[in-house]
């Protein structure tokens, strides 16, 4: 067995191997970027080698200066996690030429099974039923364009390299499949370095199944059930679970075999996912997507169903030790589920947010698993993925399962950094999840009624209460004249402040002490309220109710959380109008978050109409058309190609009075 293993990643990924590596009395070592010189893993490990910059291409992923990390400290095997170089046969290769064991498969298996193209060929020979398309390699876009026509509309356009969404596109208008096919290249280009494409029929209302599997070296396989993944937005999984609420023990016994089948097929060795489709009109069918040749995200609800730890099984595999059980032992017992916490803004259409972890509260108890990679202080950028922990239930069964995950996840707090908690916990209550009525389209179809962009009267008053308790414990005691109680000769004032969460505004009058006050929301009837700060806890009383609010603030920005939700409040200036500044004059259209330009589509002079493509911002390796929102003339064009940007930078300026959206 290794005695020293380097873990070549990040965040909650990092972190969770790191774990498992000390659980076998393994030492474990890690690399970091300039960004995350202060990250949780540096910590966590046992020695912690520095790879280069923020950019992940010179560093994270960057094969030689993993290889000389892992044999600065001596490490015998490398762990790749997932993302970055976990699927690359580059890695793989240089670890076998270095004499340092690969924790994965062989780099002919990465390399199978990283192509779409030949993985459907190779799993079609060996009886593994797959999606009907075109793929073969090397298709031009005029090929796309007449496989597409012979398939029918709708098609999907799939990235040949990679995974995670990016670079798919659902094409259902002939009219609109050059451009989606000139966007998917470009994305897969950024995120993988390969723009091959293949395009497949779309099937409607489709499952997202997937099968875990584990290959030793000897080429003994067995497969560790299903999860469902089909609660997917943009291609990008949020919620999983297993076992699949759909599968009969047939069906999964069928899934389970052409999994392995799947895997055999290319010489896997390690633990490995095979992905399946089953189309929602025909659940007895079930198609090939593609196999992850790594661990999964998702990998701790089948650790919580089977009693295995996927991580310490790599590491055997990986030390040539041959499986420890056959698969009749392998057993599902009650259901897990798990949630992903991102840094992304539902509510502005899930745009990736940023900023410095300011509180943070995780679950714990009994049958609650917390895989996270931040802590007090992180600073949460836009280099990498977006995603910064997992909260995972397991229940005797899917109804427990998700009344325990749904009160984890009202006990998480993340201020600080716009997530999607509010968002998960609404989504767990959806009666087509309640009744596992699920398909890969749900979220979209029902994104109004999970997204709350409302600003609750309550939150107003916390952050408003919140802000002034901690401005009264600063000023001396007995400085009256120094206090905010509006405190004169007679009585106390009223106050007023106006508070801006998005692009809400809310007038909040105070007369008093925040222990003692008078409280009134945009014009509403005065009701006593009171407000006591300990530390990062809100003890919030308001119409004879008190809740405990979680609290924080930087410098321009005071943050509060209740039951998984938080919103973050800007004190907006007398000057402005309620309903933002005045209009007129030159109108900037934003960037919607911080990223890379990576396209421009106008020039100064051009007419444009609503809707027009202006530019197109990369963050978290997605691409974002910024759009015009009303006919006009281009009068500037304020960057180029390549060009980094912050959030709310002006991209281009229109006529009066406009503004940009994304889409």
């Known amino acids: 067995m290794f005695t020293t293993v380097l873990v070549a990643n990040r965040g909650e990924i990092a972190v969770r191997v790191i774990r498992t590596l000390r659980a076998m009395g393994i030492r474990s070592a890690t690399v970091f970027s300039d960004a995350d010189a202060h990250a949780r893993h540096v910590r966590e490990a046992d020695v912690a080698v520095r790879i280069g910059p923020a950019a992940a291409t010179r560093s994270y992923l960057d094969v030689d200066a993993v290889v000389a990390a892992a044999r600065s400290v001596g490490a015998e095997a490398i762990h790749p996690g997932y993302g970055f170089l976990s699927e690359r046969a580059e890695l793989a290769v240089a670890c076998d030429l270095a004499g340092i064991a690969f924790i994965g498969p062989p780099a002919e298996a990465i390399a199978a099974m990283g192509d779409k193209v030949r993985a459907k060929q190779l799993v079609e020979k060996a009886g593994v039923p797959v999606v009907p398309g075109r793929h073969e390699p090397g298709l031009t ?16 356009l799939k990235p040949s390299a990679g995974g995670g969404g990016k670079g798919m596109r659902r094409v259902a208008d002939p009219a609109d499949l050059a451009d989606a096919i000139g966007a998917a290249r470009r994305e897969a280009r950024s995120a993988f ?20 599997v584990l290959v030793d070296s000897a080429g003994h396989a067995v497969h560790l059930g299903e999860r469902e993944c089909s609660l997917q937005r943009r291609h990008q999984k949020v919620v999983e679970e297993a076992p699949s609420p759909l599968l009969t023990p047939q069906r999964r016994e069928a899934m389970g075999a052409s999994a392995v089948q799947a895997a055999l097929s290319c010489g896997y060795v390690g633990a490995g996912t095979v992905e399946f489709i089953v189309p929602g009109d025909s659940p007895d069918e079930y198609f090939f997507m593609e196999m992850n040749t790594r661990l999964q995200v998702e990998h701790p609800v089948t650790e919580l169903v089977t009693g295995v730890d996927l991580v310490e099984e790599q590491v055997r595999c990986a030390a040539g030790l041959p499986l420890r059980f056959g698969q009749a032992d392998v057993r599902m017992t009650g259901h897990a589920v798990e949630a992903r916490v991102y840094a992304e803004d539902p509510a502005a259409d899930f745009l990736p947010s940023g900023g410095r972890v300011l509180a943070l509260a995780e679950p714990d108890g009994a049958h609650v698993r917390v895989d996270s990679g931040i802590e007090p202080g992180t600073v949460v950028g836009s280099d990498y993925d977006p995603m910064l922990a997992k909260v995972v239930a397991w229940g005797e069964d899917r109804a427990e399962a998700l009344q325990r995950l749904d009160h984890a996840l009202a006990r998480t707090v993340v201020l600080g950094v716009v997530t999607n908690l509010g968002f998960l916990r609404s989504l767990l209550a959806a009666p087509e999840v309640r009744s596992a009525e699920l398909d890969t389209g749900l979220i979209e179809r029902r994104l109004d009624d999970l997204v709350d962009r409302s600003t609750p009267r309550q939150a107003a008053v916390a952050a408003a209460l919140g802000h002034r308790a901690e401005r009264e414990a600063a000023v001396a ?15 106390h004032a009223w106050t007023t402040t106006r508070l801006r969460q998005r692009d809400q505004q809310v007038e909040v009058r105070v007369r008093g002490a925040a222990s003692a006050a008078e409280v009134s929301v945009d014009g509403d009837d005065p009701t006593t309220a009171s407000a006591l700060l300990d530390g990062g806890s809100l003890h919030l009383t308001l119409g004879g109710m008190t809740q405990v609010w979680s609290y924080a603030r930087d410098d321009t920005t005071v943050w509060v959380g209740h039951d998984g939700h938080a919103w973050a409040f800007r004190e907006v200036p007398e000057v402005l109008q309620r309903k933002g500044s005045a209009a007129g004059g030159a109108g900037p259209v934003l960037a919607p978050m911080p990223g890379t330009v990576t396209l421009v589509h106008v020039t100064e002079g051009a007419t444009v109409t609503a809707g027009e493509p202006l530019a197109a911002v990369e963050a978290m390796k997605m691409e974002h058309v910024v759009r015009a929102p009303a006919d006009g003339v281009v009068e500037k064009v304020l960057v180029r190609p390549g ?21």
């Open 141 to 156: 876009d005029d090929d796309l364009v007449e496989a597409a026509h012979q398939i029918g509309f709708p098609v999907l």
């Open 193 to 212: 370095g390969d723009d091959t494409m293949l395009v497949e029929r779309w099937v409607d209302r489709p499952r997202h199944i997937e099968i875990q």
């Open 477 to 491: 005691a007995g400085d009256l004249f120094g206090t905010t109680t509006g405190w004169r000769v007679g009585e």
């Open 643 to 663: 060009q980094a940007v912050p959030i709310e930078a002006p991209l281009v300026v229109l006529g009066a009075g406009v503004t940009g959206e994304a889409s």
